[in-house]
Every structure is written in structure tokens, then in C-alpha cells.
């Protein structure tokens, strides 16, 4: 009869968190079709802010389909909403995984999120300052002054919403070198031995997320990486040294 009892308790706890999962969602999914819905009805701002990086050598934007700016419109809506509901993101993450936190782990927790959510943001800052137009001036200079560069809008947004995602992700670096220390999964000692082959790794996939795949513009992508690396390595040192 108690085993009974305790399998009926265990099933109305798992309906009970499986319910609270679902109505964080709808929220989160709410806030996030407001701020794209609000995002769309401001669509011209957000390409004045688009054609920041590119005013300098492209007069406007142009379209070759019908439908091309219509979907273009959408696509920086939706980066827009994203970019907008992440910090909703984190908050409700955190919330619904607190019960499960240990006694006092829960401020950590909540340190890591936040210092998560600093990271993205600034991710997104150096891929639209920095990174975004250094490929451009080499993307559109290239060809030469007998070119006229004419960009279609369709395809830039896709080309600024990759290098916005990227910088946002690679930023997350430190943060999951210090979760994974502070659990106990990976040693200080060992990312500085493994550190020759990460930086191998991250000039690789910084080739790879560079659009223009030249030296210069791969570098500024790879060296952000490896000092994120190192920062992590100094992080998952510090957690270790207040372990002990």
C-alpha cells in the first residue's frame, strides 16, 4: 500500500513539473511572438540598423523576387524576437530548475545564467562591430572599383543573422568550460594540456564560420576564441582552488 502511494506521489510530481515546463514555455513562446510581431511592424528600423555596417559602400538594399522582401522581413523579425526573449530564456530556465538546485547552489546557478546571458550579448556586439564589418569591407572591395555593388536584401539578412547566432554562441565558451569544472567534469590541468589542439579546433571553426575564409577575417574570429578558452581555463582554476 506505501509503494502504492509513494508511485501515485512520483506520477502527480512528474504531471506537476511536466505542467509548470509547459506553461513556461507558452510564456516564453508568447513574449517571443510579441517582440517579433513588434519587430515586423518596425521592420524599417530594423534594416536602418542592418545597413549599419554597410552604409559607407552600399546606398540601399534591393530585391529580385517577389516575395524576397516579405521573407526577409520575417527572418529579421523572428533574430529580432530571439535576441529579445533570450534574457526570458535564462530567467525561466533558472526558475524551473531551482527546486532541483542543492541547498545554497541555487545563487551559483543563477550567477552562471546571468553571466550566460552578459556573454551572448556581447558575442552579438563583437560580431556586429567588429567581425561583421571587417568581412564586408573585404566581401565588397574585392572586386575592385569596375564593380558596383548592388546586395540583395534577402540574402544579407541571412549572411547578419549567421554572424549575430555565431558570435552569441561562441561567447557561451567560458561558460561551459566553468560549468563543466565546477560540476567536477573536466580539471584546469587538463583543458591547459588539451590547449594545442583546441586552439587547432577553434581556427578550424573559425575558418568555417568565416564567410570571406581569408586569413585576416578568420583571426578575427579565432583570436576572441582562444582568449574565451583562456578565460575559461582561468575560471575553471578559480572554482578549483575555492573547492579546496
Known amino acids: 500500500m506505501v509503494v502504492l502511494e509513494s508511485q501515485g506521489q512520483t506520477k502527480i510530481n512528474v504531471l506537476g513539473h511536466l505542467e509548470e515546463l509547459r506553461r513556461r514555455v507558452l510564456f516564453v513562446l508568447a513574449v517571443f511572438v510579441v517582440f517579433s510581431g513588434i519587430a515586423f511592424w518596425k521592420g524599417d528600423i530594423l534594416v536602418e540598423v542592418l545597413r549599419v555596417p554597410v552604409r559607407d559602400t552600399v546606398g540601399g538594399f534591393i530585391f529580385i523576387s517577389p516575395t524576397e522582401a516579405f521573407a526577409a ?7 529580432a524576437g530571439f535576441v529579445g526573449v533570450f534574457p526570458v530564456i535564462v530567467y525561466h530556465s533558472w526558475k524551473f530548475l531551482s527546486p532541483a538546485f542543492t541547498v545554497g547552489s541555487g545563487p551559483r546557478v543563477f550567477l552562471w545564467m546571468t553571466l550566460a546571458l552578459l556573454l551572448f550579448y556581447a558575442g552579438i556586439g563583437f560580431s556586429y562591430f567588429v567581425a561583421m564589418p571587417a568581412a564586408l569591407d573585404f566581401l565588397i572591395g574585392f572586386p575592385g572599383k569596375g564593380v558596383t555593388p548592388s546586395i540583395s536584401l534577402g540574402e ?39 590547449r594545442k589542439y583546441a586552439v587547432v579546433a577553434m581556427m578550424i571553426l573559425a575558418a568555417i564560420i568565416t564567410p570571406t575564409h581569408d586569413m585576416v577575417n578568420m583571426l578575427i574570429f579565432a583570436l576572441p576564441m582562444i582568449g574565451l578558452y583562456e578565460a575559461g581555463i582561468m575560471l575553471s582554476s578559480v572554482l578549483e582552488k575555492k573547492k579546496k
Open 73 to 79: 522581413y520575417i527572418k529579421m523579425a523572428v533574430l
Open 156 to 194: 544579407y539578412v541571412s549572411f547578419f543573422a549567421a554572424l549575430i547566432v555565431c558570435g552569441g554562441m561562441v561567447f557561451q565558451l567560458p561558460i561551459v568550460m566553468g560549468v563543466a569544472s565546477d560540476l567536477g567534469i573536466i580539471r584546469a590541468e587538463d583543458l591547459k594540456k588539451r
